[in-house]
């Protein structure tokens, strides 16, 4: 008789199962590592008290995770702190997730992803170092599905704030399909260098020099005081000089170790946080600080999302069409933050959802149809935490704010912006019927946005 395959799933589901009896057996703390594979590790902490590497319980305890594993299981399947070369590497790290407790003298249960895409999404307390005195407020445009308007979104919102006196940086964070420079930026008038050059050359500590932002064309200089700066993905090559845009990209996502001796790693996140920064720092050294800084992020699973929302900004927008692949990835991404509920609950009060391309103006049925979509997803996640005591109302309580997470806010759409070419006026964005469709979105958002702020125009 054919015996069927462990497949990822129910191995991983097997790894934790042994992980929690070997905490129990050992009364010892378990990190349970899995690997870029898949391939998972049992690592048990034995500084204070080191078990012998011949110990009985835990050959048994190797022997039986290996079994229950098995094609998924790492080459060293059971590791002692006290035989690794820097056990803290693995123990004392903020990535580390707590899964079980530590509880009648078993020790805790920690999961340790090691992955190339979306291990942010579940890495939401590791935190980037803040900068010094760091007043720019930052908003994050997010989508899980692309096509959405996003980046459209970030532009009209760019010049409206500019247009009310504020200094607003525009930062290009969809990497691999670059979009609201064009938008922003003339052929060719983006900056030398973009992000990309930033994390690449930064890297080998490189980075000084470097040309990362542009002002944009899309507000004219003569409509009063504001500015809107670019800092896109890519930058524009001097004549006659290389540059492999690809070749860079393949190579931003790694953390990196410590650039000196007894120095601090460097996570994607804090790389990508230094380079944001050093954008506004240039921004004020051509002008003034910036008061915005809108961050276009990459839609999908991906690592940079996952920075951006978790780590990289204040607060930061969900944009979603009615449909159910929507709602199913927003459903599987904010489960992930579920498992930490102490940032969760701070995560889910800096959210809003965008009704992104909504097509019946006025048509409140409809909006509420979104809208209650919007709060099947957050109560199923983000207001199902322990000691979570109180009902969250579907609809707001009257004379309140409507500010919700889950609360829509509508970008109307209609056909004359299915043929919108913004390359052909750079006062595309005053087009009555482009005004007409964002109005509540601008209105809305700057409220989130500026409510630190005086109006500066």
């Known amino acids: 008789m054919t015996t069927s395959p462990t497949r990822f799933d129910a191995a991983w589901n097997a790894a934790l199962d042994h992980a929690d009896l ?18 998972t590790s049992l690592l048990i902490d034995d500084r204070e008290d080191p078990i012998p590497t011949d110990a009985s319980e835990l050959a048994d305890t190797k022997t039986a995770f290996a079994a229950a594993t098995f094609p998924f299981t790492g080459l060293e399947p059971l590791q002692t702190a006290s035989a690794l070369f820097a056990p803290e590497l693995f123990f004392d790290v903020s ?35 803040p900068q010094p005195v760091r007043q720019t407020r930052r908003l994050a445009f ?51 260098h973009g992000i990309v050059d930033h994390l690449v050359e930064s890297a080998v500590g490189n980075a000084d020099g470097l040309e990362l932002v542009a002002r944009s064309s899309i507000l004219p200089p003569e409509q009063g005081n504001g ?7 890519a930058g524009t090559p001097l004549a006659g000089r290389p540059y492999d845009y690809l070749a860079k990209l393949n190579r931003i996502y790694s953390d990196l170790p410590a650039d000196v001796p007894g120095g601090a790693p460097r996570p994607f996140a804090q790389r990508l946080e230094d380079a944001i920064a050093a954008c506004e720092a240039q921004v004020e050294e051509k002008g003034r600080r910036p008061d915005v800084v809108l961050l276009d992020s990459r839609a999908g699973i ?23 692949s929507t709602w199913d990835g927003y459903r599987m991404l904010l489960s992930q933050w579920k498992l930490r509920p102490d940032r969760a609950r701070a995560l889910r009060d800096r959210i809003r959802i965008v009704a992104a391309m909504f097509h019946s103006a006025g048509d409140i049925d409809r909006l509420n149809t979104l809208r209650r979509h919007a709060y099947d997803v957050f109560m199923e996640t983000l207001y199902n935490l322990s000691d979570d005591e109180y009902d969250e109302p579907f609809l707001p309580v009257k004379g309140e704010v409507d500010d919700k997470p889950y609360a829509p806010i509508p970008i109307l759409f209609g056909n004359d912006l299915v043929g919108l070419d913004p390359l052909r006026s750079r006062n595309w964005p005053e087009l009555p019927f482009v005004r007409a469709a964002y109005r509540e979105f601008v209105d809305t958002v700057e409220k989130l946005v500026l409510d630190p702020y005086e109006d500066k125009s």
């Open 142 to 192: 997010y989508g899980f599905k692309g096509g959405v308007g996003r980046s459209t979104a970030t532009t009209v919102l760019a010049r409206s704030l500019a247009e009310r006196g504020h200094c607003v940086l525009v930062v290009d964070l969809d990497l691999e399909s670059p979009g609201v420079s064009n938008l922003l930026a003339e052929p060719g008038a983006t900056p030398p």
């Open 227 to 233: 500015e809107v700066w670019l800092a896109p993905a």
């Open 302 to 324: 991906h690592d940079i999302a996952a920075v951006t929302l978790t780590k990289l900004c204040d607060q930061a927008l969900l944009f979603a069409v009615d449909n159910p």
């Open 95 to 129: 990535e580390l997730i707590e899964v079980t407790p530590r509880h009648d003298g078993a020790g805790r249960v920690a999961v340790l992803e090691r992955t190339v895409v979306g291990g942010d999404w579940a890495a939401v307390g590791a935190e980037v170092e």
């Open 22 to 39: 070997a905490a129990a057996a050992l009364g010892r703390d378990v990190v349970l590592a899995r690997d870029l594979l898949g391939r």
